[in-house]
């Protein structure tokens, strides 16, 4: 059975960090490309990072770039969104999922139920 399992998120101040985890199951996290997307109150879902399936080349949303690292464990079958300097507007749920590719790529299966980020002094 195909998941993919968000975690991680929490309550953090502005400039903190926090380590977000898509833990999957069913498939081999290096045999698909991966997404990080975040939606925020009253906002619709944005594509925050993507790691590709093979050589795991990373891509960012320019809001992040330089704060955001995505990498992946294949061992772990894990891809992870290491997140810094983080910023009242970084607020929202995160979730994890499967796509057909980086740029304009289809997404693949349904939501999880996401992880929680809140930046707030």
């Known amino acids: 059975q195909v998941q993919l399992v968000e975690s991680g998120g929490g309550l953090v101040q502005p400039g903190g960090s926090l380590r977000l985890s898509c833990v999957v199951s069913g498939f081999r996290v290096d045999s698909y490309t991966i997404g990080w997307f975040r939606q925020a109150p009253g906002k619709e879902r944005e594509a925050v990072s993507c790691?590709?399936?093979?050589?795991?080349?990373?891509s960012y949303a320019d809001s992040v770039k330089g704060r955001f690292t995505i990498s992946r464990d294949n061992a772990k079958n894990a891809v992870y969104l290491q997140m810094n300097n983080l910023k009242p507007d970084d607020t929202a749920v995160y979730y994890c999922r499967r796509r057909t590719g980086c740029y304009g790529g289809l997404l693949v299966g349904t939501w999880g139920q996401g992880t929680q980020v809140t930046v707030s002094a």
């Open positions: 790691i590709s399936k093979g050589d795991g080349s990373p």
